[in-house]
């Protein structure tokens, strides 16, 4: 089992920055992928960052460039620094793991909320 814990969401005017943790407790073995999802109002859960299996993230074009996601080698935690916040990135948050013969683990969300 893997336990997901978020935290570092809240409110942001357009242009700020917020920084997402999650921290991996559990077993960690076999852990494959690593990353960020989210929810907005009314639409369907999107990728944001991830790491697949290597050391190196790929990211949602319409992040790219605004959002760095880092972890540990241990895999242990994970953050998701996010700059130039806009509107349009107002969601709900979750931290997500994929284990080999095991498959997904969700954190519980974190609400982002960005003013114009």
């Known amino acids: 089992q893997v336990q997901l814990v978020e935290s570092g969401g809240g409110l942001v005017q357009a242009g700020g920055s917020l920084r997402l943790s999650c921290t991996v407790s559990?077993?960690?073995?076999?852990?494959?992928?690593m990353g960020w999802w989210r929810r907005a109002p009314g639409k369907e859960r999107e990728l944001v960052a991830r790491?697949?299996?290597?050391?190196?993230?790929e990211y949602a074009d319409s992040v790219k460039g605004r959002f760095t996601l880092s972890r540990d080698n241990a895999k242990s935690w994970m953050t998701l620094q996010m700059n130039s916040l806009k509107p349009e990135d107002t969601a709900v948050y979750y931290c997500?793991?994929?284990?080999?013969?095991?498959?997904?683990?969700w954190g519980q969300g974190t609400q982002v909320t960005v003013s114009s």
């Open positions: 997500h793991v994929w284990k080999w013969s095991r498959g997904d683990y």
């Open positions: 559990g077993s960690l073995s076999s852990i494959h992928v």
């Open positions: 790491f697949m299996g290597g050391d190196y993230p």
